[in-house]
């Protein structure tokens, strides 16, 4: 699976940004795609998730509410749309695809590059 982010960017606080992650090579719709975040000196840490098949999706307590995963089948895109950003947001975003339904980045099977989102104040 290769997976492509774009979107990020530089955002006051409470407003919104979307990232976007082109998908090719998927050979089974079981994948659960997802989207991790990460800031220098802590571990990479999972935002939101979506099964490809049916669109079941998972997110962290810390941004439910705000943001919202969804996957386009027809264009093989993955998007992550975030409002109400806040400072803690600002990190490094990865999205990323695994086998199973899965929060963990070690267990993610393939990673796109990262899109810097920087909230200011």
């Known amino acids: 699976v290769q997976l492509q982010a774009s979107g990020g960017g530089l955002v006051q606080a409470g407003g919104s940004l979307r990232l976007s992650c082109a998908v090719s090579?998927?050979?089974?719709?079981?994948?659960?795609m997802s989207w991790f975040r990460q800031t220098p000196g802590k571990e990479r840490e999972f935002v939101a998730g979506?099964?490809?098949?049916?669109?079941?999706?998972r997110y962290a307590d810390s941004v439910k509410g705000r943001f919202t995963i969804s996957r386009d089948a027809a264009k093989n895109t993955v998007d992550l749309q975030m409002n109400s950003l806040i400072l803690e947001d600002t990190a490094i975003y990865y999205c990323?695809?695994?086998?199973?339904?899965?929060?963990?980045?070690?267990?993610?099977?393939?990673w796109g590059q990262g899109t810097q989102v920087t909230v200011s104040s």
């Open positions: 990323a695809s695994s086998y199973g339904v899965t929060t963990r980045a070690v267990e993610a099977g393939s």
């Open positions: 090579g998927l050979t089974t719709s079981d994948n659960f």
């Open positions: 979506i099964r490809w098949r049916e669109g079941t999706r």
